[in-house]
């Protein structure tokens, strides 16, 4: 019967805990395998063919040995890693997903998924639009970025909104939706190619790479020389101690992540906080996961955006799983151009 | 006619601008005069007989050199410092004041100022309690405990409250604030003697010298097995970094003051900045200034407390302006067990 035999399943494995910068060399390419039926006495599994996988630069922190609680879930050494993904159903024993069904969330590093906790996994209800989108602009770096601008900073009409790591996959569409909401937008990245792609292609009023500023100060002077509203906080260390001289009065830091810290031993200093109590400044940590219960109100503003061409999304694909290695570390260098995500197979 | 004669006015200046930690010698008395009666052709101006001055440490960043924009107005070396006060009016020409009124707000570090700007002023309206608590538990600092907890933290009952620099003069409200709101509260000073104080005299629930504990991560992790829900923050630095490394996730961070900052030419860098991200922490600035719209709902509250001994507040008092240079400078060594003040004069 189809589904009894076992077939190969590629997977991303990691070596051993990275410390430091990760390297390719910290994962492997191996071949277990799978057979492609959800066995008879589990309940509520899903199998899954995987189709997208996200490479988030959160994932860094699931890569360290575990050395105190953290709300993050640690990947254990020779074990796949896992995360944000798309995959197609191909058997299933929860009743809310069928064989055939399209969907976004956690699934594994690999070619196949036994899913024993599918709340984690969301129904595609839209497919006018590229699948792919759903690791990014309609899946968790979409959420991020509209619950982090529009609930944590609630943006007002003419306000100064700084974004950080501003070509990433979160990053450029929190400069979009700032500016749907009326704000002046200025985005850092790490060269003139994104720099450019930031100015000319997604909308934002100006934009400085930070590699060439001998001081970050000077250049947000430059940029916001009345000061800065809301940063949309992506990198952390050197360019938050920076912003933090620049803020105003009643200004608003969502921390979306620190991606210039997930590689230090020990993550650099901030020392101008004091600047919090005077001004007194917001400054919220939140993650999308928090807000998935606006995901529909979200798709009522996305959607419609994205086919009007008001939202643009910018995609850095890799292709095949044993290209996955490099596409993930490559994020700690900056190397990609916008979403990055690696097709593990087509539908 | 009375007030036509020049008296003379004793008043504390600023020598210089300061650097590093204050010193007596940075501040002096000097004897001027002043017209006891407001000039007939000043409108809105209200003549003050100062009778308490209230030592609070953001005065010191008012003393250092302006090199920046600040939302704190700098002193200017060779006049008087001014501050929150409590004064009798003695003339004025605003139709909200009249002679024979008590107030609070902000005056001169002088024994008679002429104000100009009394929107500054609230008039007092309960005289059955001590004048003096109207530089404390009744004005600025109790407000300041006051909307830092219940307004910008939001406690719940049962949750974990710390509170550093527990027996200053906001502080030791903060304690008592969160155990009407159910919570559980260790609070940190710098003796013994605080710390008694701390926990048999105002409720703390725990607390600790943080001069004679070596790793604040450990003391902290000793009070609070549970983690902290929500931190009051009055001193910033070593113990921000260790607070976070405790923080529960949704924490707040209410950030009242960085005391242990303000003498220092550089800050001191916080590097556990990124617990806020995994933990979705809020930490935010506030400024009692903000809330006053909230004076009479807390009044309210706070009066009959007092009345009725459910909240007790304990005053450093200094006698005469010749000692109120010592003490604002031993607010920075912590000489002061609870708040500290000044008598400049009786009623």
């Given at each position: 019967m189809?589904?009894?035999?076992a077939?190969?399943?590629?997977?991303?494995?990691?070596?051993?805990?990275?410390?430091?910068?990760?390297?390719?060399?910290?994962?492997?390419?191996?071949?277990?395998?799978?057979?492609?039926?959800?066995?008879?006495?589990?309940?509520?599994?899903?199998?899954?063919?995987?189709?997208?996988?996200s490479?988030?630069?959160?994932?860094?922190?699931?890569?360290?040995?575990?050395?105190?609680?953290?709300?993050?879930a640690?990947?254990?050494?020779?074990?796949?890693l896992?995360?944000?993904?798309v995959a197609?159903?191909?058997?299933?024993?929860?009743?809310?997903?069928?064989?055939?069904?399209?969907?976004?969330?956690?699934?594994?590093?690999?070619?196949?998924?036994?899913?024993?906790?599918?709340q984690?996994?969301?129904?595609?209800?839209?497919?006018?639009?590229?699948?792919?989108?759903?690791?990014?602009?309609l899946?968790?770096?979409?959420?991020t970025?509209?619950?982090?601008?529009?609930?944590?900073?609630?943006?007002k009409?003419?306000?100064?909104?700084?974004?950080?790591?501003?070509?990433?996959?979160?990053?450029?569409?929190?400069?979009?939706?700032?500016?749907?909401?009326?704000?002046?937008?200025?985005?850092?990245?790490?060269?003139?190619?994104?720099?450019?792609?930031?100015?000319?292609?997604?909308?934002?009023?100006d934009?400085?790479?930070?590699?060439?500023?001998?001081?970050?100060?000077?250049?947000l002077?430059?940029?916001?020389?009345?000061?800065?509203?809301i940063?949309?906080?992506?990198?952390?260390?050197?360019?938050?101690?920076?912003?933090?001289?620049?803020?105003?009065?009643?200004?608003?830091?969502?921390?979306?992540?620190?991606?210039?810290?997930?590689?230090?031993?020990?993550?650099?200093?901030v020392n101008?906080?004091?600047?919090?109590?005077?001004?007194?400044?917001?400054?919220?940590?939140?993650?999308?996961?928090?807000?998935?219960?606006?995901?529909?109100?979200f798709?009522?503003?996305?959607?419609?955006?994205?086919?009007?061409?008001?939202?643009?999304?910018?995609?850095?694909?890799?292709?095949?799983?044993?290209?996955?290695?490099?596409?993930l570390?490559?994020?700690?260098?900056?190397?990609?151009?916008?979403?990055?995500?690696?097709?593990?197979?087509?539908?």
């Open positions: 189809a589904g009894e035999e077939v190969s399943n590629k997977q991303v494995i990691l070596n051993d805990y990275v410390t430091g910068f990760p390297k390719e060399s910290d994962l492997k390419i191996t071949t277990g395998s799978i057979k492609l039926k959800v066995p008879e006495s589990s309940k509520d599994t899903v199998l899954l063919k995987n189709l997208y996988i490479c988030d630069p959160y994932l860094r922190l699931r890569m360290s040995k575990p050395d105190r609680p953290s709300v993050f640690f990947f254990k050494p020779g074990s796949p896992d995360g944000y993904g197609k159903v191909l058997d299933s024993t929860h009743p809310n997903y069928k064989k055939g069904d399209l969907v976004w969330g956690f699934n594994g590093w690999e070619e196949y998924s036994l899913i024993t906790s599918p984690l996994l969301i129904k595609i209800q839209h497919t006018d639009v590229p699948l792919s989108y759903y690791t990014g602009i899946g968790m770096p979409g959420m970025a509209y619950a982090g601008l529009y609930e944590v900073s609630a943006p009409k003419g306000e100064y909104v700084f974004v950080s790591a501003a070509s990433g996959a979160v990053g450029q569409l929190v400069g979009q939706f700032a500016k749907l909401a009326g704000c002046y937008v200025v985005g850092s990245a790490g060269s003139k190619q994104k720099v450019d792609l930031l100015k000319n292609k997604l909308g934002f009023d934009a400085f790479n930070y590699k060439e500023e001998p001081d970050l100060d000077a250049a002077k430059r940029c916001f020389p009345e000061g800065i509203d940063y949309f906080e992506n990198v952390g260390g050197k360019m938050l101690n920076a912003v933090l001289l620049n803020m105003r009065v009643h200004g608003r830091i969502a921390v979306c992540g620190m991606v210039s810290q997930y590689n230090l031993e020990k993550p650099e200093g101008n906080l004091m600047q919090i109590v005077g001004k007194r400044i917001r400054m919220e940590g939140f993650a999308a996961g928090d807000y998935y219960h606006l995901y529909p109100k798709l009522e503003l996305v959607i419609p955006a994205i086919k009007e061409g008001k939202i643009v999304y910018v995609e850095d694909i890799a292709e095949g799983l044993e290209n996955a290695p490099a596409a570390v490559g994020l700690f260098s900056g190397r990609n151009v916008g979403k990055q995500l690696v097709v593990v197979a087509q539908e």
